[in-house]
C-alpha cells in the first residue's frame, strides 16, 4: 500500500514537472537577450533565416539553438553577435538572387545541423535559450505551431520574409512583410522643404514638364511606366546632342506589352547616347511585379512627379494631376530610390531587350509658353511597396473637414475587408466629414455580368450615408490617383490596389500646402458637377438657329441624382434620337422635344419644350438659309444674260 502511494506520488511529481517543461517550451519569454529573427527563406536551394542582436551588449550564440519544432541547429562553440550584428544561416551557397554574401551554410563547423529543415509550404521557427525558453518564434503559410502564435502568409519562391524592426520584435505579424531582395527598405517618412508647382492633364497639355525640360544643363533621370511623347523625346535628343546625361528606367513587360512606336522612339534615344534599361523578369526573380512610377528629376534640384505616364495621348487626353517640385534635398532622395532601381539582376540592357529596332523620326518640337507659380510647401515623398500602406492610412484619417479623391482603379474587394484605403475613407464618412470618391469607368461596361469595376463599386456604394460616390460619364479617361484632404493634395502613380500598394514601385508625394491643395480642388469639384439636393429640375439650354441648321442642346445644369441617363425625343415618334447631356439636332420649322432622364434606380422624369424656327421662303430653302445662296444666283443670271448678248 505504501508502495503505490509512493508510485502515485511520483507519478504526480512527474506530470507536474512535464507540465512545468511544456509550459516553458510553449510560451515566448520577455526575449531579455533580444535576440530574435530578421529574415526567414524557406525556398530555394538555400533556405535558411537570419538572426539580428537588438540588445545593447554581446550575446553569445553557444547558449541557443534553433528549432523547427522537429530538428535544431545548436552551436558547437562560443560565438559573439555584437549588438545589431546578424547571422545568417543557409543550407547551402547562397543563390544569386537572395543577394546575401555574410553567412555560414549547414555544414559549418561553427554549428550542428539535426533534422531542421524549413518546409515551403509553411513552417514554424523558434529561437530557444539553454532553458528551452522560446527567445522569438514566427510561423508562415500551412503551419500549427507548437505555440499559440499568429500565422504569416505562404511565402513564394525567390521572396522573403522580412521582419521591420522599427515596429517592434514582438509576435505581430504586421511586423513583417513579404520581401524581394533587391527592394529598397525605407520605413519612414521624410520632410522636405520645397517650392511646387501645380499642374493638370489635359489643360497644360505637359507643357510644364517641357519647359522643365528645356532647362535641363547637366542630367535628366527619368521612371516610368510606358513612355512615348513625341515632344519629350524632341527636348531629349536636344540635350543629348549638348551632352547632358540621361537615363531612362522602364517597365520591360507591361500589360499589353511595348508597342512599336514607343520602341521606334527609344531607338532613337538610344542611338543618340541615352542610358535606357528595363526591368525584366530574370528566371521567375523580378523586385516589383511592376515599375510604374511617372518621374523625372533633372539637374539634381527638380523634380516632377505625374498621375500620367509620358505618352503623346495621356498628355493631350487624360485627366491627371502633376507637379513640379523644386528641392536639392527632395532630388536627391529621389535620386538615391533611382540609383538603387536600376542596378540589379532583373535589370536589362536596351539592346539586350531590343537588338535590331530601328529608330523612329522625332519630330521637333518647337516650345510653348506656359506661365508656372511657385508655392512654399512642405512636401513628403511616398515610397511603394516600402512604407505606402501605412503613409495613405495615416493621410486619410488625419482629415478633419473634407477628403476628395479621384481614382483610375480601386480594388472592388476592399469593399468586403477591414483594413484598407477605402475603408479608411469611409470611417471619414460616419465623422461627418465631407467625403467624395470620383472613379473611372471608361473600360467597364454597366451591363456586363462583371461587377469588379468602377460600375460595381458606385453600385455597392451609392446609398452609402458615409461616402459619396460618382463616376465619369464625359468620355474622359481619368486616369488621375489624386487625393485631397483638408489643405494637402496627394499625386502620383499608385492605384487604390493590392497590387500597387505591396508590389510595385511607386512614387508619390504628399503636398502640404493650400494654394496647391485650392488649385485641384477647384479641377476636382468641376469634374464632380452639380450636387443633387433632392429638387428634380430638367433645364434645356440652346443657342438661337437658323432653320435647317444644327442646334446644341446642353442639360448638364438640370438637377437630378447622379447616375442618371439622359434621352432625347426630336420627332415626337416616342423613340429616343439622341443620349447624352448634351447633344446635336437639325431642326426644320416647329419642334416638340421632349427630354427623359432616367435614374440609377429607373425613376423617369420629363421634360419637353417647342422650339419654332422661321419658314419664311422655305419652298426654296436650303441647309443654312437661301439667303446664302442669293449672290451665286445673280451671277448665274448674269451669265445667262451675257451669253443671250453675245448670241445675238
Not at 514638364?209 to 527619368?222: F, N, R, V, W, Y
Not at 535628343?237 to 546625361?245: G, H, R, T
Request: aromatic letters at 12%.
Amino acid at each position: 500500500m505504501c508502495g503505490l502511494t509512493h508510485m502515485r506520488l511520483f507519478r504526480k511529481s512527474l506530470l507536474l514537472a512535464l507540465a512545468i517543461l511544456i509550459i516553458a517550451i510553449c510560451s515566448v519569454s520577455d526575449n531579455s537577450y533580444a535576440l530574435s529573427f530578421d529574415m526567414i527563406n524557406p525556398t530555394g536551394s538555400s533556405e535558411g533565416f537570419t538572426i539580428i542582436n537588438d540588445e545593447s551588449e554581446d550575446i553569445d550564440l553557444y547558449r541557443f539553438k534553433i528549432s523547427d519544432g522537429e530538428g535544431t541547429i545548436t552551436f558547437n562553440e562560443k560565438y559573439i553577435l555584437k549588438p545589431q550584428d546578424t547571422l545568417t544561416i543557409l543550407s547551402n551557397t547562397a543563390e544569386k538572387w537572395l543577394l546575401i554574401e555574410d553567412y555560414i551554410t549547414s555544414d559549418s563547423e561553427l554549428i550542428k545541423v539535426d533534422g531542421f529543415s524549413l518546409n515551403d509550404d509553411g513552417d514554424d521557427i523558434y529561437i530557444m535559450d539553454h532553458r528551452n525558453e522560446i527567445i522569438d518564434a514566427f510561423a508562415y503559410g500551412d503551419s500549427e505551431p507548437l505555440i499559440e502564435l499568429e500565422i504569416f502568409q505562404k511565402i513564394p519562391k525567390k521572396h522573403i520574409a522580412q521582419r521591420n524592426h522599427a515596429f517592434g520584435i514582438d509576435g505581430d505579424v504586421r511586423n513583417w512583410t513579404i520581401h524581394v531582395p533587391g527592394r529598397t527598405m525605407y520605413h519612414f517618412e521624410r520632410e522636405f522643404n520645397a517650392l511646387v508647382s501645380p499642374f493638370s492633364f489635359p489643360e497644360s497639355e505637359g507643357i510644364p514638364i517641357l519647359g522643365q525640360l528645356k532647362d535641363a544643363e547637366k542630367s535628366i533621370i527619368i521612371s516610368m511606366y510606358t513612355f512615348d511623347n513625341n515632344h519629350v523625346a524632341s527636348i531629349l535628343k536636344e540635350k543629348l546632342a549638348n551632352d547632358c546625361k540621361i537615363t531612362l528606367l522602364l517597365e520591360g513587360q507591361p500589360a499589353g506589352g511595348i508597342d512599336d512606336n514607343e520602341v521606334g522612339i527609344l531607338t532613337s534615344l538610344w542611338m543618340s547616347g541615352a542610358d535606357i534599361r528595363f526591368i525584366k523578369s530574370t528566371d521567375g526573380y523580378k523586385r516589383f511585379d511592376y515599375i510604374h512610377t511617372k518621374y523625372c528629376v533633372i539637374d539634381e534640384h527638380t523634380t516632377i512627379i505625374t498621375s500620367e505616364n509620358w505618352t503623346d495621348y495621356a498628355f493631350s487626353n487624360n485627366r491627371g494631376w502633376g507637379a513640379v517640385i523644386q528641392s536639392k534635398e527632395f532630388s536627391q532622395y529621389i535620386s538615391d530610390i533611382f540609383e538603387s532601381d536600376i542596378e540589379g539582376l532583373d535589370i536589362h540592357e536596351f539592346r539586350e531587350i531590343y537588338p535590331t529596332s530601328l529608330p523612329k523620326i522625332i519630330r521637333e518640337y518647337t516650345p510653348t509658353e506656359y506661365k508656372s507659380e511657385f508655392y512654399e510647401c512642405k512636401v513628403i515623398p511616398v515610397i511603394s511597396p516600402d512604407y505606402s500602406f501605412k503613409s495613405i492610412n495615416r493621410f486619410i484619417e488625419e482629415t478633419k473637414y473634407r477628403l476628395f479623391a479621384q481614382q483610375l482603379n480601386v480594388d472592388y474587394d476592399w469593399l468586403n475587408e477591414n483594413e484598407n484605403v477605402l475603408q479608411s475613407v469611409i470611417n471619414l464618412g460616419r465623422d461627418e466629414i465631407d467625403t467624395r470618391l470620383f472613379l473611372d469607368v471608361t473600360y467597364a461596361d454597366p451591363n456586363d455580368s462583371d461587377q469588379k469595376d468602377g460600375y460595381g463599386i458606385f453600385t455597392a456604394l451609392m446609398d452609402s450615408e458615409y461616402i459619396d460616390v460618382r463616376y465619369n460619364d464625359n468620355g474622359i479617361l481619368y486616369h488621375n490617383k489624386g487625393i485631397i484632404s483638408d489643405d494637402r493634395t496627394w499625386i502620383g502613380s499608385m492605384n487604390w490596389t493590392d497590387t500597387s500598394i505591396y508590389d510595385n514601385r511607386e512614387l508619390s508625394v504628399i503636398i502640404d500646402s493650400a494654394q496647391v491643395t485650392d488649385f485641384f480642388a477647384e479641377l476636382f469639384l468641376q469634374d464632380w458637377g452639380n450636387d443633387f439636393n433632392g429638387n428634380i429640375e430638367l433645364i434645356i439650354e440652346y443657342d438661337e438657329a437658323d432653320y435647317g441648321e444644327y442646334i446644341t442642346f446642353d442639360a448638364s445644369d438640370s438637377s437630378v441624382p447622379f447616375g442618371s441617363s439622359f434621352f432625347w425625343d426630336f420627332d415626337s415618334d416616342g423613340e429616343f434620337d439622341k443620349e447624352g447631356k448634351t447633344v446635336d439636332y437639325r431642326l426644320f420649322g416647329e419642334t416638340e422635344i421632349t427630354l427623359t432622364v432616367i435614374d440609377v434606380k429607373s425613376n423617369t422624369y420629363t421634360e419637353t419644350i417647342t422650339i419654332s424656327l422661321s419658314t419664311e421662303d422655305s419652298e426654296f430653302s436650303l441647309p443654312g438659309g437661301p439667303i446664302k445662296y442669293v449672290p451665286l444666283i445673280l451671277l448665274c443670271t448674269l451669265i445667262i444674260l451675257v451669253r443671250r448678248y453675245r448670241s445675238k
